[in-house]
């Protein structure tokens, strides 16, 4: 079984920074792709950005590309979204998601089977 948890949520002004990570437990997600993925109240979930196992070809979402940035450390086993100048759209809450079905990275929130319980940013105008 694994657990996935979040940190790093909180409340910003526009244009502030935060930096979410993800610490998995129970069994290592080191050989699954992840990703962030965010829900706005009333929307559906979207998705943020994903990283291949070994920890590259990062893509985002064309919304937050140029102001975020995934990471992932197998080694240390965490997963981190760096997200720079955020914008009152940018307010969800972030939730950690790995899949062990799936090789190869994907941009659908339903191809992931592992959720972390989310952590809620804030960002006001």
């Known amino acids: 079984q694994v657990q996935l948890v979040e940190t790093g949520g909180g409340s910003v002004q526009a244009g502030g920074s935060l930096r979410l990570s993800c610490t998995p437990s129970?069994?290592?997600?080191?050989?699954?792709?992840m990703a962030w993925v965010r829900q706005a109240p009333g929307k559906e979930r979207e998705f943020v950005a994903t990283?291949?196992?070994?920890?590259?070809?990062?893509y985002y979402a064309s919304s937050v590309k140029g102001r975020f940035a995934i990471s992932r450390d197998n080694a240390k086993n965490t997963l981190d979204l760096q997200m720079n100048n955020l914008n009152p759209d940018d307010t969800a809450v972030y939730y950690c998601?790995?899949?062990?079905?799936?090789?190869?990275?994907?941009?659908?929130?339903?191809?992931?089977?592992?959720w972390g319980q989310g952590t809620q940013v804030t960002v006001s105008s």
């Open positions: 998601a790995a899949s062990s079905t799936n090789t190869m990275s994907t941009t659908t929130p339903l191809t992931y089977n592992y």
């Open positions: 990283i291949n196992r070994r920890g590259g070809d990062p």
């Open positions: 129970g069994r290592s997600v080191n050989v699954y792709p």
